[in-house]
């Protein structure tokens, strides 16, 4: 099972950031996916967290929505939209699983406009749940296409914010200090933030790709330190639970 394509390969590397024992808020699709694999291999004590209100389900099969059946199976409660963010709000989820379509040196993210907020180039879908997560759980890590088009030197908005401006600006807006993103699964690499000066930082490579393919493109300047390591490829395990278990369908992969 060496071939594998490049959404299986993210899928594999965001499971690796789910630890077992955790809670973790999942978003619909690629985090879906990453969380039942987590929890079949590595993190069977995973507790999923949806929007719509499910806690702890066992992700035996893929749900297609936050809001669907499937994200409230053998949960722990089924509560609802408000119940969640509260618990966001008091600290108990750990990860929060995020994407958009443009992301900055600082992590902020945007999922609401392209261009002018009026009138707006492009209309997204906005926010839903993502500036709670982002602004609430403790760490957060996003998943990316990688392109100039997406990393960029300022999003056009700030739907869900990283680490603001810089360093303290999260604690100045009044976020919970000791919050924010910690990496950035994208179709190229793993990135990470440093920890004094809060930006970008890249930490391996995908298998076949370069450090200079990621700088060519991502459209700020990253961190690059001296030693950049090379993501492991994704396991036969991984491989046939994700193509037999999870997606057999192949609704994604």
Request: charged share 20%.
């Amino acid at each position: 099972m060496s071939d594998y394509s490049p959404i299986e390969l993210m899928i594999c590397v965001a499971a690796r950031q789910m630890p077992d024992s955790t809670t973790a808020f999942i978003g619909t699709g690629i985090p879906m996916l990453a969380a039942s694999l987590a929890q079949k291999l590595h993190a069977p004590n995973l507790v999923t967290v949806f929007e719509f209100g499910g806690t702890g389900a066992m992700l035996e099969e893929l749900p297609l929505a936050v809001g669907e059946e499937r994200t409230f199976r053998k949960a722990l409660a089924a509560s609802g939209i408000t119940d969640i963010m509260e618990t966001a709000q008091r600290g108990f989820i750990d990860y929060g699983f995020l994407g958009g379509a443009q992301i900055d040196m600082y992590g902020n993210l945007n999922s609401t406009v392209i261009g002018k907020h009026h009138p707006p180039k492009v209309r997204l879908p906005g926010s839903g749940g993502g500036n709670d997560v982002g602004s609430l759980c403790w760490h957060t890590i996003a998943i990316m296409q990688h392109s100039k088009r997406r990393f960029v030197p300022e999003v056009d908005f700030i739907t869900t914010p990283g680490y603001l401006t810089g360093p303290g600006a999260r604690e100045e807006a009044g976020l919970p200090p000791g919050t924010g993103p910690i990496k950035v699964v994208s179709t190229m690499a793993l990135l990470g933030f440093d920890e004094e000066t809060k930006r970008m930082r890249l930490e391996a490579v995908y298998p076949g790709v370069t450090v200079e393919d990621v700088i060519e493109n991502t459209g700020f300047e990253l961190i690059i330190p001296d030693h950049v390591g090379t993501v492991e490829p994704p396991t036969d395990d991984e491989l046939r639970i994700l193509r037999e278990e999870i997606d057999p369908a192949g609704l994604y992969i």
